[in-house]
């Protein structure tokens, strides 16, 4: 599923750039030891977080793997990963991204698909990027779930460009491009979803 952006003639308002550096206070922590087991590090992985932020996440993956890069299109939040050590920020927007076909042997996406302007574009980057035989690991916020329908309204309400999908219509956009996926959830976990994304 395509969706338009603003326009370009009319500026949009970087949200995440205006609350990067409070960003980490307010934000609830992601269940990493369940990421790290999706996500199967080996030392010898480059690691890519897409939509990754401030660190958060992949801040904590440093140590495990040979590399980590972080891509996100807010400045704000570009400027907050630079002072974690181990990380190698860039700017980017999911659905360009500047880096050889199969750099990385693995990839992660927090939070963010739902964010980006053009998911199918995103999808097919994603792929084009990982490595045959690598993996993907989207987590995404369940849109089935009322607590993300709020979220969303709240987005809606904030001019936010979001467009949240059940997990299975994440998958079939994955999948549509030739991708094995898995949906995962964890039981005490009734907000998010992740999927495991296989490129053959």
Known sequence: MRLKCWPLKLPRLDHFGLIASHYERVITQVNLAHLLELLCLEPSHRLLDVGGGTGRVSSGMTGLV????????????????????????????????????GSFDRILMVDA???????????????????????????????????????????KLALMRS??????????????????????????????????????
Do not use: Y
């Not at 590399?67 to 980017?92: F, H, N």
């Not at 302007?117 to 993996?135: H, S």
């Open 113 to 155: 698909f739902h964010h980006v302007c053009d998911q199918q574009q995103t999808a097919a980057e994603l792929l084009r990027v990982l490595a045959p035989g690598g993996r993907l690991v989207v987590e995404e916020p369940n849109i089935e779930s009322m607590t993300v329908k709020l979220i969303a309204l709240a987005e």
């Open 163 to 200: 467009h949240f999908l059940p997990p299975s219509g994440i998958a079939q956009i994955f999948r549509s491009l030739g991708a094995q996926v898995s949906i995962h959830t964890v039981p005490e976990d009734r907000v998010n979803a992740w999927l495991v994304v296989e490129k053959g």
């Open 66 to 101: 040979n590399q980590v890069v972080l891509t996100d299109p807010s400045l704000g939040m570009i400027r907050q990963a630079m002072e974690k050590d181990g990380l190698q920020p860039a700017s980017a927007h999911a659905e360009r991204l500047s880096f050889p076909a």
